[in-house]
């Protein structure tokens, strides 16, 4: 059962139109997580997610077969159709391929169902493991992700570090509806700053630290840091946006081995999996505003 206590859900503007994706599978328990997360806040969710665990195939794409197998966790069986859905919340939905074709797949055909258009944005994850550097060249929850933002659509990927690949119908974990709640408050921020929400082919690449049963058990616990993907090359990486006094954002790895609850937020161009410029870092330290904090 979904324990609600330690939600925070700062009110978004308007509800938004929403595609979620992962490369953990439709019936990995994160990703459920972040559908009733989203979906308490106000938002309306569609997720459009592979059925298998399709973790590190990036960018991959290919046409959606038939299941010769069941579906992860048995959560469809063997000579399912290409794309499916869930006979009592049509809203989750598998697509037998990869997370890009399947976050297509949701753009294209799942959000003119349900939304009569576009979706207003687009989410991944939370992935199972945490996405950061170089992983992010082979994650598929960030290729889901970025293709989303390469097609026009604002687009997040979130990632925490504790957990491992759970089905949705066992006990949920704690760790889960904690990702879930502090993806759904940097969702609501982000949409409270009003359109456009992210910079064209933008997409932000969230990190989550370490859960356990004594610390950082809450999402009040957590601080959000304005951080880079990739590790600045001395004298040759150009400077970031200037915060927190200095020109440099720490990357993502200096925020996971950093002492305390944190959740790295950086600012990705979509095409190269690559940190944007100190412009459109500046945009987003505007729109994220008072959600973010310096790194201790």
Avoid at 79 to 108: C, H, Q, W
Avoid at 190 to 198: D, I
Avoid at 217 to 239: E, G, K, Q
Avoid at 254 to 269: Q, R, T
Wanted: net charge negative; proline share 7%.
């Amino acid at each position: 059962m979904r324990v609600q206590n330690f939600a925070i859900f700062p009110l978004a503007a308007s509800a938004v139109n929403i595609i979620s994706s992962n490369d953990d599978g439709w019936a990995e328990v994160n990703i459920r997580a972040l559908f009733e997360s989203l979906g308490a806040a106000g938002h309306s969710v569609v997720v459009s997610a592979p059925a298998e665990n399709q973790s590190g195939t990036g960018s991959k794409q290919t046409e959606p077969t038939v299941l010769t197998e069941p579906c992860e966790f048995d959560s469809c069986p063997s000579g399912s159709p290409a794309v499916g859905f869930n006979a009592t919340e049509p809203r989750l939905g598998y697509v037998n391929s990869y997370p890009v074709t399947s976050m297509k797949y949701g753009i294209d055909s799942r959000a003119p169902e349900f939304f009569n258009g576009p979706p207003d944005l687009a989410v991944a994850g939370p992935n199972v493991g945490s996405n950061i550097g170089l992983a992010a060249y082979i994650s598929g929850t960030v290729g889901a992700t970025t293709y989303a933002a390469h097609a026009g659509i604002p687009a997040i990927a979130f990632s925490g570090a504790t957990g491992s690949q759970t089905s949705w119908n066992t006990s949920r974990p704690h760790y889960s509806d904690v990702y879930a709640d502090l993806a759904t408050n940097l969702t609501n921020q982000v949409v409270a700053a009003g359109k456009p929400y992210l910079p064209d082919d933008v997409w932000l690449n969230v990190n989550f630290g370490t859960v356990s049963d004594s610390e950082c058990t809450n999402p009040a616990d957590f601080s959000f840091v304005l951080s880079r993907i990739h590790i600045a090359v001395p004298f040759i990486t150009p400077d970031d946006v200037t915060t927190c006094g200095g020109s440099r954002l720490p990357s993502e790895i200096e925020v996971s081995l950093a002492s305390g609850c944190y959740a790295s937020v950086s600012v990705g161009i979509a095409a190269s999996k690559s940190d944007a410029n100190a412009t459109m870092q500046g945009v987003v330290l505007q729109k994220l505003g008072t959600l973010l904090t310096c790194l201790s």
